[in-house]
């Protein structure tokens, strides 16, 4: 914000801040840690939990609505969960998410041990995880923001965002060996404890996610006070601009990608199952994890709109090609380069929405953005899903990627126009 006029809009870019910025913060750095291995416990759930649904109730609705029940959350309550960053302690919203991280593994671990599962209780436990996730995310990032301040912010996204990466990736693996080690009820049990580290660091930090500037907005709460104070926050060209960009990808690629994985395996002759099928899983996010130190480590890029845009329409047409291709290795390469550039695309549209937000709106524009980047991913289902039932999974996806890039390019070029000034 201009200390002359109060203005937010021409605010300065941040200075170029040393490698590894946030890992340099000794207060963020625990932090940085503490969120990786809760985005490991997340989906270490994931891994345990729908293998016994898998195995005791073989239902196709039950597992569709496994992915329904972990993003709609996100389309309807993170607004609301915005305006609380706005007006709460961001460090107490993180640790009630968490709480209820562990509470819902802890009522999975309940059920197991007791052979008491009905697929009732598995959809109240999918539900409320997906709202433990929803409640999570603006609170996070506006700790990213108080914990470094501007100048140093696009670092600690990225490197969150890395974090993040790490933990998906690992989630998988983490989660096998304690089916293999300790079945699915010490499996489950155990997951609680990868939850702690973050929980109790919050306890230790005096970060609020406000205390750096001060802002703590009194708006009135609930689900439409939430989302007309959203509706009426300081959005602009640039932050809607980012909130669509994110949207686009969430809508028209998403989620898919991943379900639609066993018949993309079988196409191009790696098997639905087995190490070739794995490594097209991991090929992705391991895109997304080498592309983001690589990204830190050197300071190639900057946080612009452009640069998003960018990363945007390199990943449809990467998710393009890998729909097309026929050939096992070049499929790899595709998923690793579009792993690369979703990051970029995610990371720097959610470093500029976080620059731009006025500081009293910053929780409730985050809002919005992980409606648009998460609740969207439902959509997924429709253009990818629905579609490929009638034309068929490769060339829905390939339809859809498509799309994405070509409404990437528009959204950038209505931004760019936007911000040019009118002639007087």
Same mark, same amino acid.
């Given at each position: 914000m201009c200390r002359a006029c109060g203005s937010t809009d021409h605010q300065p870019g941040p200075a170029r801040s040393p490698r590894f910025a946030g890992l340099r913060n000794r207060d963020a750095r625990p932090y940085l840690f503490g969120t990786g291995l809760a985005m490991m416990g997340d989906n270490v759930?994931?891994?345990?939990?729908?293998?016994?649904?898998?195995?005791?109730f073989h239902s196709p609705a039950l597992a569709g609505f496994?992915?329904?029940?972990?993003?709609?959350?996100?389309?309807?309550?993170?607004?609301?969960?915005?305006?609380?960053?706005?007006?709460?302690?961001?460090?107490r919203i993180i640790q009630s998410a968490q709480a209820l991280f562990m509470f819902v593994s802890l009522c999975w671990g309940l059920l197991f041990l007791t052979d008491s599962l009905q697929i009732w209780h598995a959809c109240v436990l999918l539900v409320l995880h997906g709202c433990a996730g929803a409640l999570w995310g603006p609170a996070?990032?506006?700790?990213?923001?108080?914990?470094?301040?501007?100048?140093?912010?696009?670092?600690?996204?990225?490197?969150?965002?890395?974090?993040?990466?790490?933990?998906?990736?690992? $989630?998988?693996?983490?989660?096998?060996?304690?089916?293999?080690?300790l079945g699915p009820t010490g499996g489950i049990f155990a997951n609680i404890a990868i939850y702690l580290p973050l929980t109790l660091f919050l306890f230790r930090t005096r970060f609020t996610g406000h205390l750096r500037e001060g802002v703590v907005s009194r708006a009135r709460l609930g689900p439409i006070a939430a989302l007309r104070?959203?509706?009426?926050?300081?959005?602009?060209?640039?932050?809607?601009?980012?909130?669509?960009?994110? $949207?686009?990808?969430?809508?028209?690629v998403g989620a898919s990608i991943q379900t639609a994985m066993p018949e993309f395996a079988e196409d191009l002759g790696a098997g639905s199952a087995g190490l070739t099928y794995g490594a097209l899983l991991f090929a992705s996010g391991f895109g997304g994890v080498v592309g983001g130190l690589v990204i830190e480590a050197t300071g190639w890029l900057r946080p612009t709109v452009r640069t998003a845009v960018v990363g945007t329409v390199l990943y449809g047409l990467s998710i393009v090609v890998f729909a097309i291709t026929s050939n096992y290795v070049l499929a790899l390469v595709v998923l690793a380069v579009s792993g690369v550039a979703n990051f970029v695309s995610m990371s720097i549209s959610q470093t500029v929405v976080q620059l731009e937000a006025p500081p009293a709106d910053r929780g409730r524009i985050i809002g919005l953005y992980n409606t648009s980047s998460g609740g969207l991913r439902i959509g997924s289902g429709l253009t990818v899903g629905l579609t490929g039932a009638a034309i068929g999974i490769k060339h829905s996806l390939a339809l859809s990627a498509a799309v994405l890039t070509l409404a990437a390019l528009a959204t950038g070029t209505y931004a760019a126009l936007a911000r040019k000034p009118h002639p007087s």
């Open positions: 759930e994931h891994v345990i939990t729908y293998w016994v649904l898998w195995r005791e496994q992915v329904i029940s972990h993003w709609l959350p996100f389309l309807l309550f993170s607004v609301l969960s915005g305006s609380l960053a706005d007006r709460y302690d961001c460090r996070e990032q506006m700790m990213l923001h108080d914990f470094v301040g501007r100048d140093d912010l696009p670092s600690a996204v990225r490197l969150n965002a890395t974090f993040r990466s790490l933990g998906v990736l690992c $989630g998988p693996v983490v989660g096998s060996l304690l089916l293999l080690l104070a959203a509706r009426g926050a300081s959005l602009g060209p640039t932050i809607a601009g980012m909130i669509v960009l994110a $949207g686009l990808g969430s809508f028209f």
